[in-house]
């Protein structure tokens, strides 16, 4: 006889919505809180709608200005508070308008891919990117 367990745990990944959701919640706390946050936008698996349970969250910041190393930037703002693994990339205007400039594939992957949440920083790409999804 089959016996159905009530404490056994059922794991649920959010929905690309809800992430979307609490990203731009985030995204707009973030930059009213913080004068030196231009924009904040997301790219990879959630901005091309191939996501899955288990996928992460990548995020680009963009800051006027920073005197940290590309590498040694801490972002601003705790992306913990997001229903997913969050990646955080921290680019000051600079850098931002160089990435741009430069090209290469990663350039291309954020022109193709990239949704603006909060503000918006649009380099000179090759390609435009996609326009950010209605709230």
Do not use: C
């Amino acid at each position: 006889m089959r016996v159905r367990s009530l404490n056994s745990s059922v794991v649920r990944w959010p929905t690309a919505a809800e992430v979307d959701s609490a990203v731009r919640i985030w995204a707009r706390e973030l930059v009213a809180s913080d004068a030196n946050v231009v924009a904040i936008g997301y790219f990879g698996s959630y901005a091309r709608g191939d996501w899955g349970p288990g996928s992460d969250l990548d995020v680009v910041i963009i800051v006027a200005s920073s005197d940290a190393s590309f590498v040694g930037r801490i972002h601003p703002g705790d992306a913990t508070v997001l229903p997913v693994p969050t990646d955080v990339l921290t680019y000051t205007m600079d850098e931002w308008r160089q990435l741009g400039a430069r090209g290469g594939r990663f350039a291309e992957t954020l022109a193709r891919d990239l949704r603006w949440v909060a503000g918006e920083a649009r380099p000179l790409w090759r390609r435009k990117a996609l326009p950010s999804s209605p709230e």
